[in-house]
């Protein structure tokens, strides 16, 4: 079971989504780094595990660094290696987002029971 998955754009490529990639690239190391560390990634863990992936783009492209947690849509700005840290242990491990910080909340639907396709 996934409890969160953790998309962090922190792309140089768009200046105005990244404009210093130095940081994009610590918040990324620090993301990996405490997710392992604070043993999110365990297939045990009884919440769920939490998965991180470095995306290219989010379709947000300003005020980033952006992380978006998934699936329940809450978009991040402003992200730095700090601000990752306290997202950890204060949303994802203490359910309360940080809503300082908070750019967007997005939608996604749930595909109804018994749709998915078979291979
Ligand atoms: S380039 Fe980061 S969200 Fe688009």
């Known amino acids: 079971?996934?409890?969160h998955?953790?998309?962090l754009c922190?792309?140089?490529?768009?200046?105005?989504c990244c404009p210093d990639p130095a940081v994009g690239a610590a918040s990324w190391d620090t993301l990996k780094r405490l997710v392992?560390?604070?043993?999110l990634e365990d297939p045990q863990r009884a919440e769920g595990i939490v998965l991180r992936t470095k995306a290219d783009c989010?379709?947000?492209?300003?005020?980033?660094?952006?992380?978006l947690i998934w699936p329940e849509g809450t978009?991040?700005?402003g992200v730095t290696p700090e601000r990752i840290e306290r997202i950890l242990r204060e949303h994802v491990?203490?359910?309360t987002p940080i809503e300082a910080w908070i750019l967007n909340r997005m939608s996604f639907s749930a595909p109804a029971a018994g749709s998915a396709s078979a291979p």
């Not at 922190?10 to 105005?16: E, F, G, V, Y």
């Not at 392992?36 to 043993?39: F, I, Q, W």
């Not at 989010?58 to 992380?67: F, S, Y």
């Open 1 to 3: 079971m996934i409890s």
């Open 5 to 7: 998955h953790l998309l």
């Open 10 to 16: 922190a792309t140089p490529s768009k200046a105005l």
């Open 36 to 39: 392992r560390e604070l043993g």
């Open 58 to 67: 989010l379709r947000i492209c300003a005020e980033g660094p952006i992380l």
């Open 75 to 77: 978009v991040y700005g």
């Open 93 to 95: 491990l203490g359910g």
